[in-house]
C-alpha cells in the first residue's frame, strides 16, 4: 500500500482502566460499516454489544469508526475519525442489539487507501477509554466528499420540430464555503457511460445559471435549452453540470441514464 501523509488528524488517549471499575462492556457478532445519504453519513452497527457484570453500570459509550494508514493494534490511535454514535452506559446485565446508528461522516481530506477500524469506548474517570477495537480486513479507497452534487430524479426530452431539449434534476448543491463561479448544466450524448474524468462525445443542449451563495442550492430544476443534433447513432446519455473558473467549465458533478438513446 502506498504511503500516505494523512493531514486531518485525531488523537484518543488511552487510559488504564480503575480496578474498582467491574463492569466490562464489550461487542460479540460481525460489525458493520456503510455509507449513506451520498457519502454525507456513516451507518455504525453492531449486532450484539452487552455489560457482563452482574453489578455494576458502564459508563457512557461511544463507538467509532477510524481509518488509519496501517491496522490498529495497541495503544494510541492515529488517524481520521469518520463517525462516531454515543450511547448511554448499560446496566448490570444490560445490552444492546442490532444496533445501528447513522452519524455524520467526516472524510479524510487526502484521496488513498485507508485500513478501517471500529472502536468501543468507555467514558472513565474523566475521559473515555479503549475497551475493544475490530479491524476491518481490507483498505479501501476513501477521499474527500465532492464540492457539488446533483441528486436525481433527472430527465431531458429533445424536441426536434421545436429544436429544444427539456432537461430537468431534483437538486444542485454545493459545499463551498464562498460563492461558487457561474454553472452550466447540459446534456450530453457519449459513446461509452461517462464515469468522470474526460468528457468526450456530443453536447446536445446546455443552459447557464447564477453562481450560488454558501449553503444555497437550486431545487426543482427546470431549463430549456437549444438543441444541437449529434451524428446519427447509439448514445449514453448524462447530465453534466460544469462550474466556470474564471477561464473555463469545468465538470463538477454528474449524472447517468440507464440504457442508451437513439439519434
Do not use: C
Amino acid at each position: 500500500m502506498k504511503s500516505l501523509t494523512i493531514s486531518l488528524l485525531a488523537v484518543v488517549a488511552i487510559l488504564l482502566p480503575s480496578s474498582s471499575l467491574l463492569a466490562a462492556p464489550q461487542w460479540t457478532g460481525p460489525l458493520r460499516y456503510e455509507f449513506v445519504n451520498q457519502q454525507s453519513q456513516v451507518a455504525l452497527s453492531a449486532e450484539l454489544i452487552s455489560n457482563s457484570s452482574r453489578e455494576n453500570a458502564t459508563g457512557t459509550l461511544e463507538v467509532q469508526l477510524w481509518a488509519g494508514s496501517q491496522p490498529y493494534e495497541s495503544g494510541t490511535i492515529h488517524g481520521v475519525l469518520l463517525g462516531s454514535a454515543k450511547l448511554e452506559g448499560l446496566a448490570a446485565g444490560q445490552v444492546y442489539k442490532g444496533l445501528r446508528r447513522v452519524v455524520p461522516y467526516t472524510p479524510p481530506n487526502v484521496r488513498g487507501e485507508y485500513y478501517l477500524t471500529m472502536l468501543l469506548l468507555e467514558y472513565r474517570g474523566g475521559a473515555y477509554v479503549i475497551v475493544q477495537h475490530s479491524n476491518f480486513t481490507n483498505p479501501v479507497n476513501l477521499a474527500p466528499l465532492p464540492l457539488f452534487t446533483m441528486e436525481g430524479p433527472w430527465r431531458y426530452q429533445v424536441s426536434s420540430e421545436g429544436g429544444t431539449v427539456d432537461m430537468g434534476v431534483a437538486k444542485i448543491s454545493h459545499r463551498r464555503t464562498g460563492n461558487t463561479g457561474s454553472l452550466k448544466l447540459a446534456v450530453w450524448a457519449t459513446a461509452a457511460p461517462y464515469r468522470g474524468g474526460d468528457l468526450r462525445g456530443f453536447e446536445i443542449a446546455e443552459v447557464r445559471k447564477d453562481a450560488l451563495k454558501p449553503g444555497f442550492a437550486y431545487t426543482s430544476v427546470a431549463n430549456v435549452g437549444k438543441y444541437v443534433k449529434p451524428p446519427p447513432g447509439e448514445y449514453y446519455m448524462s447530465l453534466v453540470l460544469f462550474e466556470s473558473n474564471g477561464k473555463e467549465f469545468e465538470v463538477v458533478a454528474h449524472l447517468e441514464s440507464n440504457g442508451t438513446a437513439h439519434f
